[in-house]
């Protein structure tokens, strides 16, 4: 690997041309018409456009892509995340024209983007998987298998994620209405109306292990991220560790998430998503075949590059630590800062920010593209910065995020940074003992 063209564009792309950076490789960017100025085009070694901004007819046009990962004569392509990153035939085609693609084999990915034989998978791996069952033929069978789970359950569709194609249903009266639901959203975002059912844990903790593996067998966990702060299954904050794991229940959890990675062969970094109930008990629920916007938190308190050891392992390196090398420093956390308004039901902020002051300090990193004079499109995701912070301990950390964003501040369009100083301050969170209802809960309570 000598040239690697970056298939994504804002922070994720930044992020890896710099990692490319320190490993001596060159970069190639790509861009859609409207995201010229956009920070990761003037930073690659070179650039090339792909198309309208649209993100079909651009960073989702895989000819478009491939084509110019051929053209600029790159011989590796990093998807980042979102877009084309766990898109198996993407993968798949990369290899057919000669270019390395930095993420796992097109096996792994569809073993594990189908969330039906995802779960079968793990069981047969020895996971924990929540109750459940496979695929749901239609209401009739539906009915007979709620009743043996038992009520409340989760309709969820299996090529889903994000929430999407995804109905909780608490009596029978209302599961035929939620099949139908679920069925039709999944149809229409995934192209697969498939549905399977699973028993609904209530109050759980979303809590993801990291994992690394190369092409020669080993894998290695890097501890647990817990990422319960979301909104509609949208994470807003995540840290690491996560407060309620003992260090035996992250045994536990990292060798289950190895065995995961094993049973798939994997290769590169992914994570491991698990929902971990009121007891302690932690249950399979996906497996992200790529790096997560949150993996700095990660990085903080391990010290471990998760981009620079992705491009490794595509170069086929083998691991440079083995498990008892890992170990973990500290606390850390990260808000998601996103071009949305709060207090308008979220409602995206595009526009010029005609003001910026990021954070500064010990300890304070800041992964984004916002600056002055930048216009937010309104064509991708909101997210424009992610403000990352390490303390010595979780009350340290915290004060350290309150500090940082309160120096910071963007002007021009509205931003998060208001609801995470809610989040931060409210006794709950900072008790740690919150969970992935937590944020319904606050902004039920604030009138919203």
């Known amino acids: 690997m000598k040239r690697v063209l970056i298939a994504n564009r804002g922070e994720i792309a930044l992020r890896v041309i710099r990692a490319c950076r320190e490993l001596g490789l060159e970069t190639v960017a790509v861009y859609a018409r409207g995201d010229e100025d956009s920070p990761h085009v003037a930073l690659a070694d070179r650039a090339v456009c792909i198309g309208p901004a649209p993100a079909p007819l651009s960073y989702l046009n895989v000819q478009n892509i491939l084509a110019a990962a051929l053209g600029s004569g790159a011989d590796a392509v990093h998807p980042g995340y979102g877009f084309l990153a766990e898109n198996a035939d993407f993968a798949e085609l990369c290899a057919d024209c000669g270019l390395v693609f930095v993420g796992p084999s097109p096996a792994a990915i569809r073993a594990m983007g189908n969330k039906d034989r995802a779960r079968q998978l793990m069981a047969a791996a020895g996971v924990p998987v929540i109750p459940g069952t496979g695929a749901v033929a239609d209401a009739r069978e539906a009915a007979k298998l709620a009743g043996k789970i038992s009520y409340p359950v989760l309709l969820k569709a299996a090529a889903g994620g994000g929430g999407k194609g995804m109905r909780l249903v608490e009596e029978p009266g209302q599961l035929a209405r939620a099949l139908e639901l679920a069925r039709r959203e999944g149809e229409a975002a995934f192209s697969d109306a498939t549905v399977y059912m699973e028993k ?22 890097l ?44 290769s590169g970094a992914g994570t491991v998503e698990f929902l971990l109930d009121e007891q302690g008990n932690f249950y399979f629920m996906e497996m992200n075949t790529r790096i997560q916007v949150e993996h700095p938190v990660t990085e903080m308190i ?16 083998e691991l440079a630590i083995r498990q008892e090398d890992v170990a973990f420093r500290g606390w850390a956390l990260e808000c998601r800062i996103n071009a949305e308004d709060p207090r308008q039901d979220f409602q995206p902020s595009p526009g010029v920010i005609t003001g910026y002051r990021p954070p500064e300090g010990p300890w304070v990193r800041i992964d984004g593209v916002a ?31 309150e500090r940082a964003l309160g120096e910071m501040a963007v002007q021009g369009i509205a931003t998060t940074v208001p609801l995470h100083l809610k989040i931060l301050a409210d006794p709950e969170f900072r008790r740690g003992h919150y969970d992935t209802g937590f944020l319904a809960r606050l902004l039920a309570g604030d009138g919203r």
């Open 302 to 317: 391990t010290g471990i590059d998760l981009v620079k050891a992705q491009l490794l392992a595509a170069a086929g390196e």
């Open 200 to 221: 609904y844990i209530r109050r759980p903790r979303h809590v993801e292990i990291q994992i690394l593996a190369d092409n020669h067998g080993n894998v290695v966990h």
């Open 223 to 266: 501890g647990e991220r817990d990422c319960s702060v979301q909104r509609r299954h949208q994470k807003l904050l995540e840290e690491a560790p996560c407060p309620a794991l003992s260090p035996a229940l992250r045994r536990r959890m990292g060798r289950a998430a190895v065995r995961a990675a094993r049973a798939v062969r994997y």
């Open 371 to 401: 600056r002055a004079g930048w216009r937010v499109p309104p064509h991708y995701d909101s997210l424009i910065a992610k403000v990352i912070v390490w303390g010595q301990d979780r009350a340290e950390a915290i004060a350290r995020m």
